[in-house]
Each structure stands twice: as structure tokens, then as C-alpha cells.
């Protein structure tokens, strides 16, 4: 009996090959790593005292490096029980709990013409490989150039040109012998009973040849050159070889990187084509990316049967947080015990390939080194969403939170997020009464005149996240700023705490010197600032920092900022915060300021492809990017009535009596 590949494919991944090959030998306990699916035994085929060999759930594959034997869980079967083909098939797939299929004639037959369209797929990868090579693909390769891919990386990849003709590469394969329903069959050209003669599918793009899991080129993916095309990339459609939803690009080779001599340790999934390739370039070999859509329940068990924990990294921007929640949600009901998922946000307005072109893979590392956990966005996705200063507003936190863990299917998992949601809110909502009282303390100390400038603590050392909910500061000092013209408040809080506690600047050198404020006089005074951290270097005191910020003309600007933010009672950034409280502090305004950005950066694209919707008469576009729109403002309108600039409101910071101002 002939089996499908497909069928012996499923079976194969359902049944990891150490529980086929665990029931004849012994694993041994010192080389073996069985989180990672990863086994050493003595060999079952010849006789020998130390384990060589080796099997790998990763790649169903085992290898013996003593006698050099080597196969997969038929295999396996075959040479060590001398069953025939069909009776290890019968034993695996009963242990997958699969039915075996009965003779097919016609499955028989969709097997052959898989192959052979597998074929035709490779002659068109080899058509796309030549034609980038040709003077008509010139301008995909400066394109590619422009990227700072290498020659080497573009055969890796084998990238490709389509030209720009209807009939290029469909004339090419006919001449080949290749039928036109097979042409049809593999998605290459555009056809249909109202089409009278069909055209290719892919005209004047950079071709991404897509592979199977086996390694075998499926699918296409079309980056447009021309500005002008209705779609800039382009995937090949749905066909017997290709589902979209089912695979992941760059799969087969990041399985490998995982399972080398210096495998990684986990599997990151990016946004794009052009972010996996850039990465392996930079020498992370690990990346994986959906093709063009969210990813999908099959696309996430795939990056499980490669590792416990993927990581997901998304785009700093709205989209990529939207993305980054959908997957949240995506995750959740599939959690086992071991099994999670972890969030990489890049910084706002940066991907993969920006990160790693002129400096490397050091930044990326960096990003994937402050990899959140699951636990933790959620967390954060629905704290996040604004103050909670009443019972009623706590209550519905916590009936949330509770709503959205119920979804886990797996009991023991799911009773341990319920308990880590409670640890959370009782954190989070002691908080609020301790805030409360260090808030008196300070307006008290405030009428009194008194601060104290050293900002040493007194008093329970423990961290504090209520977010502040007092819009009507807000309102007041922005009165204050519009007529006086003082920078925004919390533009303000930035600058001054760093003027304030300039150890906090050294901290996080890269991140905090890069910001960018709108207000042109903070813009000339945050130059000022660099320039002494610069020539100071960790040496810098306040003293000596406010003393040439006044020699340079800047005196009136920072006892402006100073009033604007003792108004607003943001005491965090002055000199009477101790040194751990003006860190949240900074640390709140600062995700506050770079996702107000993110949110007016986005805002503007939403509204840019909203005229060129309008402009094209597409109402179903006008619509979708209309209530993206709405969605958006919704976001900025509450960030900018929401005080929440400080997370931790003071409790390390003692008052006392001292001159004012200090």
C-alpha cells in the first residue's frame, strides 16, 4: 500500500521520535536534555559502553556516531525489528492515535501530481534566480544592495526577479514541456473562467522563494518594486501544496540552526520577510515569520514542536502592540505545563533589520534580553488601561484579568496564573493606599516649605504601581504651559529629573540620550545636557551640570520647569525624590512619552492611507481605516488626559524640614 506524505508527515510529528526509540533503549541521564528534546543513549544496533547515539525530537531523526546508522521512526522499526514499511507505519500511527487510510486510488494519484508540481515550483525558482541576474534585474538588485544584503545571503535565500511581463515566466515553463494545468496548478499564473488568457501572477517584484517544513519550495512571496502597485507584497495563493495558515518562512532552516553544534536556544518569530533575512545575516539564524498575516493556531503549535518557549517580537509601534495582544490571546488557551510564549517589543519606529545593519546583533540581543513573559502582558495589557482609584474600577481590573486566564485549558497552568493575578493585585493595590499617604506627606511638607534635598529614604523600602489619576493637575499646568510657553509637562519631567539625578542618565545612556522633544528650547538645552555628560562622563554632579546649564544662558528655563513641575506636584523629578523613586518615575513618563509617540506617528500613516482610500473609492478601506483611526485617537485623547507620569509614588522618600525648593 502507498502511503501520502502528508499522512506519514502528521503522524511523524505527533509522535516524537524519543518515545519511539525511549522503548528499546535507556536514555542516559548526564548528556541527555529532554526540555529540549534532545536524547543519548548506547547504540541499540551495536555494542558499546559509552552513548553515541543521539536522537533529536526537533528533526524526528536519530544518529549513531560510533557505527553511523541514521533514519527516522519507520526507520527505526524496520532495521532493529524487521518489521516491513507498512507495519512500522501501522505502530506509529497507532500510537499517534490516528486511523490508517485505506487505499485511495485518487490520494494515490494527488500524491504524484504534489511531486510533480513540487517540480514545476523549483524550475520557477530557477527562472526568478537568473532573471535577478539579467540587466532587467538591475533595479531589484540595487534594491537588494540598498538593503545591505550580501551576495551570499541572496543565494542563501535564493531571491529571485520577476520581470516585468505577463507572460515571462509562463512562457518559460511551456517551453520546458510544462502543462498548463500544471502552471495553474501551482498558482504561478492568474486564470479563471472570465479571464480569457492567463497572465503570471508575479510581475516586476523581488521573489522569496517559500519552503515546506522538508525543505521544498511551495510558494512564492512577492515584494513590489514599483510604488505604484495595489499590493506591496504578494504571496502565492492557495494551492494542494500551499496553506498559508500551516507554515512558517524560514522553518526548515532555523529548525537546523536550533538543532546545530551552536544551536540557539530558542525560536523567534518576526513580522517579515526581509527581518528573518537580515537577521540571518547579522548571525541569528533562529527567525521565523507568518507570511504577510497574524500568526495562526498551526503556525503557533509549529514553533512549539521547536521549542518550549519561541519568543514573539513585534514592532514597537501601535500595530505591532495590537499584533503582540492578538497573540496573547492566541497563546493563552493552548498553554501545557513548560509551554509558554515570550514577547520581544523592538523600539518604537525600529525593526529587526534597522537594528542589526550598522551595529550587528548587539542591539537585537539586547531587545531579546528584556523578553517579556506571557504573565507579564497580560498584566500589563490590562493595567495599563488607566487609573484605578475606586473600589467599583479595581473590582472590574480583577473580574477582567480573571476573565481573560479562564480560557487556559490546562488546569494546573491555569490555577497558577490565577495566583500569580492575585500576588499582582494585592501588590498593585496596597500601593494605592501607601501612595496616597506619601502624596499628604509631600502637599503637607509643600505648604510648609519644607523638602530635603539629600532625597535619602525613611520609611518601608516597597515598590509601588498605582498610576496617578489626577487629570486636573493636568489641566492646570497645561494652562500654565500655554501661557508661559513652557514645554509640554511631561517633556518637562524627562529633562529637569535628569537634571536633578544625572547618575539616572548613565544608567541607560543609549535609550535616554536618544529621546527626542518636540519644544525647540528643551531641544537646545538636552544638547547642553549631552555635551557635559559627555565631557563629565559618570563624574557628573548636579552642581556641576546646573552650573553650566546657567553659565550657557539656560537659568530661566530651568527655574521655569522647575515651577511647572512643583505645580504639578510631580515631586519625583526634583531634588527631593530619592534616587529609586526618581527612577520610576522617569521610567513611567518615559513609556508614556515614546508610546504617545508611537500613537501620533501612527495616526498620521492611518491618515495618509485614508486619502489614498478615499482617493481610490475604496469604501470597505475607508471604513476599516476609519474605525482604525477612531481607535487611535481614542488612545491619544486618553494619554493626553491621563496624569499617570508616576508609577511608585514616593515611598523611599522621606520629608523633613529644610529650606524650600530643596
Known amino acids: ?78 532495521d ?44 520557477a525558482t530557477q527562472f526568478f534566480e537568473a532573471q535577478l541576474q539579467t540587466a532587467n534585474g538591475a533595479k531589484a538588485r540595487a534594491y537588494l544592495r540598498d538593503r545591505g544584503l550580501t551576495g551570499r545571503t541572496i543565494e542563501t535565500f535564493r531571491l529571485g526577479y520577476a520581470p516585468e511581463s505577463r507572460n515571462a515566466l509562463k512562457e518559460h515553463l511551456a517551453g520546458k514541456g510544462v502543462p498548463k494545468d500544471q502552471i495553474e496548478a501551482c498558482g504561478l499564473v492568474v486564470h479563471g473562467p472570465d479571464i480569457p488568457v492567463s497572465y503570471d501572477r508575479f510581475r516586476d517584484r523581488i521573489m522569496f522563494p517559500i519552503l515546506s517544513s522538508r525543505e521544498k519550495v511551495i510558494a512564492f512571496g512577492g515584494r513590489a518594486m514599483s510604488p505604484d502597485a495595489p499590493a506591496k507584497y504578494l504571496n502565492s495563493n492557495e ?62 503549535a509549529l514553533l512549539w514542536k521547536l521549542t518550549q518557549q519561541p519568543v514573539l517580537c513585534f514592532d514597537g509601534d501601535g500595530a505591532g502592540i495590537r499584533a503582540a495582544n492578538r497573540a496573547v490571546d492566541l497563546a493563552l488557551p493552548h498553554l501545557k505545563p513548560g509551554f509558554s510564549v515570550r514577547f520581544a517589543m523592538l523600539p518604537d519606529g525600529k525593526d529587526p533589520d534597522d537594528l542589526v545593519r550598522n551595529e550587528g546583533r548587539a542591539p537585537f540581543d539586547k531587545v531579546m534580553a528584556s523578553a517579556r513573559s506571557l504573565s507579564e502582558m497580560v498584566w500589563l495589557r490590562e493595567a495599563q488601561a488607566g487609573g484605578f482609584d475606586t473600589p467599583e474600577s479595581r473590582a472590574q481590573l480583577e473580574a477582567t484579568l480573571k476573565q481573560v486566564v479562564s480560557v487556559i485549558a490546562d488546569e494546573n497552568v491555569r490555577r497558577h496564573y490565577g495566583q500569580d493575578i492575585r500576588d499582582r493585585l494585592n501588590q498593585f493595590f496596597q500601593g494605592a493606599s501607601r501612595r496616597e499617604g506619601g502624596q499628604r506627606n509631600f502637599d503637607r511638607n509643600q505648604r510648609q516649605g519644607g523638602g530635603r534635598g539629600q532625597g535619602q529614604g525613611r520609611g518601608a523600602p516597597q515598590r509601588m504601581s498605582e498610576r496617578s489619576g489626577i487629570s486636573d493637575r493636568l489641566a492646570r499646568s497645561s494652562l500654565v504651559s500655554g501661557h508661559q510657553g513652557l514645554p509640554p509637562l511631561r517633556e518637562s519631567v524627562l529633562a529637569l529629573t535628569i537634571v536633578n539625578h544625572p547618575k539616572l542618565l548613565f544608567e541607560e545612556y543609549d535609550e535616554i540620550s536618544a529621546i527626542e522633544y518636540d519644544n525647540r528650547d528643551l531641544q537646545r538645552f538636552w544638547s547642553s545636557v549631552l555635551n ?27 527655574k521655569a520647569l522647575d515651577q511647572q513641575i512643583r505645580f504639578a506636584r510631580l515631586w519625583t523629578a526634583t531634588t527631593a525624590a530619592a534616587p529609586e523613586d526618581a527612577r520610576e518615575g522617569y521610567l513611567q513618563a518615559l513609556a508614556l512619552h515614546q508610546r504617545t509617540k508611537a500613537l501620533l506617528w501612527q495616526r498620521r500613516e492611518l491618515e495618509s492611507e485614508l486619502a489614498y482610500a478615499t482617493e481610490e473609492g475604496d469604501d470597505d478601506a475607508v471604513s476599516q481605516i476609519l474605525r482604525n483611526l477612531q481607535e487611535v485617537q481614542l488612545e491619544v485623547t486618553r494619554l493626553e488626559n491621563q496624569e499617570a507620569i508616576i508609577d511608585g509614588f514616593g515611598v523611599l522618600s522621606g520629608r523633613v524640614k529644610g529650606p524650600a525648593g530643596k
Open 1 to 78: 500500500m502507498r502511503f501520502s506524505n502528508s499522512f506519514l508527515d502528521e503522524i511523524r510529528d505527533r509522535v516524537p521520535i524519543s518515545d519511539v526509540i525511549g522503548k528499546r533503549v535507556t536514555w542516559d541521564r548526564k548528556k541527555t536534555n529532554a526540555s529540549r528534546g534532545d536524547y543519548w543513549a548506547c547504540c541499540p544496533f551495536h555494542g558499546e559502553k559509552s552513548p553515541s547515539f543521539h536522537c533529536e525530537d526537533r528533526k524526528g531523526r536519530y544518529h549513531c556516531f560510533g557505527c553511523g546508522v541514521s533514519g527516522d521512526h519507520f526507520r527505526f522499526l524496520t
Open 532 to 558: 557635559a555628560a559627555a565631557a563629565k562622563g559618570p563624574r557628573l554632579s548636579r552642581e556641576n551640570l546646573v552650573e553650566q546649564l546657567e553659565a550657557e544662558g539656560f537659568a530661566e528655563l530651568l
Open 80 to 123: 532493529l525489528d524487521g518489521m516491513n514499511f507498512p507495519e512500522a507505519v501501522q505502530q506509529i500511527a497507532d500510537l499517534a492515535g490516528i486511523a490508517m487510510p485505506q487505499p485511495d486510488v485518487e490520494a494515490e494519484k494527488r500524491d504524484r501530481q504534489r511531486t510533480g508540481l513540487q517540480d514545476v515550483m523549483e524550475m
Open 239 to 300: 494551492t494542494e501544496l500551499f496553506h498559508k495558515g500551516n507554515v512558517l518562512y524560514n522553518f526548515a532552516r532555523a529548525r537546523r540552526a536550533m538543532s546545530g553544534a551552536d544551536g540557539a536556544g530558542t525560536i523567534i518569530a518576526v513580522e517579515g520577510y526581509m527581518d528573518v533575512i537580515a537577521l540571518h545575516q547579522a548571525g541569528i539564524e533562529n527567525a521565523v515569520a507568518p507570511l504577510g498575516t497574524a500568526l495562526t493556531e498551526n503556525q503557533m
